[in-house]
T-cell receptor
Framework: NAGVTQTPKFRVLKTGQSMTLLCAQD?????MYWYRQDPGMGLRLIHYSVGEGTTAKGEVPDGYNVSRLKKQNFLLGLESAAPSQTSVYFCASSYGPPSPLHFGNGTRLTVT | AQSVSQHNHHVILSEAASLELGCNYSYGGTVNLFWYVQYPGQHLQLLLK??????LVKGIKGFEAEFIKSKFSFNLRKPSVQWSDTAEYFCAVNGVGGGSYIPTFGRGTSLIVHP
């Protein structure tokens, strides 16, 4: 099994550009999450989904949008990238509480 | 609301030394607790988890953690670390009930083990 797959692995954007990060899981998980990881800040939740067609805001949702049109996919969009969004983005999925999270390999995004 | 505090931000040890990483949480009810590990350049992986029962849980690679309810703590331990344990360690808590669907992560502890 592939588990949780994130694409792309690396991306460089200029301020104001847009992009979409794709997360796909093949474990039939209901819950999916997008986190950003910054030095000294740990993992901060951006948005999450508790099932197909649902999304909810996390701790740091501003500047991001998400969609969960299919159960296996969870897309994270940046409409107008800013340097403050330079980070490593991790997608995760789970069956839901109390199951542990399964993480993807991350996307390193740099906004110049 | 739930929260997690990891007191040690950076830990440097020599091989064979013992390890204890602190984790304290804040939540008024029953909790599920987790430790995740992130090796350099890799994604987070589950190290161990506590749901209920024996408060001393054992995970992979010789790690263990003890849940002390009275202290709201879930400290991670290993009797003798190896160079390959160099990684970042995250504690996470998920409160049971109250509509909490997501775990809250601590800020992480960076562990460097010198050979």
């Amino acid at each position: 099994n592939a588990g949780v797959t994130q694409t792309p692995k690396f991306r460089v954007l200029k301020t104001g550009q847009s992009m979409t990060l794709l997360c796909a899981q093949d474990m039939n998980h209901e819950y999916m999450y997008w986190y950003r990881q910054d030095p000294g800040m740990g993992l901060r939740l951006i948005h999450y989904s508790v099932g197909e067609g649902t999304t909810a805001k996390g701790e740091v949702p501003d500047g991001y949008n998400v969609s969960r049109l299919k159960k296996q996919n969870f897309l994270l969009g940046l409409e107008s990238a800013a340097p403050s969004q330079t980070s490593v983005y991790f997608c995760a999925s789970s069956y839901g509480p109390p199951s542990p999270l399964h993480f993807g390999n991350g996307t390193r995004l740099t906004v110049t | 609301a739930q929260s997690v505090s990891q007191h040690n931000h950076h830990v440097i040890l020599s091989e064979a030394a013992s390890l204890e990483l602190g984790c304290n949480y804040s939540y008024g009810g029953t909790v599920n607790l987790f430790w995740y590990v992130q090796y350099p350049g890799q994604h987070l992986q589950l190290l161990l988890k506590y749901f209920s029962g024996d408060p001393l849980v054992k995970g992979i690679k010789g790690f263990e953690a003890e849940f002390i309810k009275s202290k709201f703590s879930f400290n991670l331990r290993k009797p003798s670390v190896q160079w390959s344990d160099t990684a970042e360690y995250f504690c996470a808590v998920n409160g049971v009930g109250g509509g909490s669907y997501i775990p809250t992560f601590g800020r992480g502890t960076s562990l460097i083990v010198h050979p």
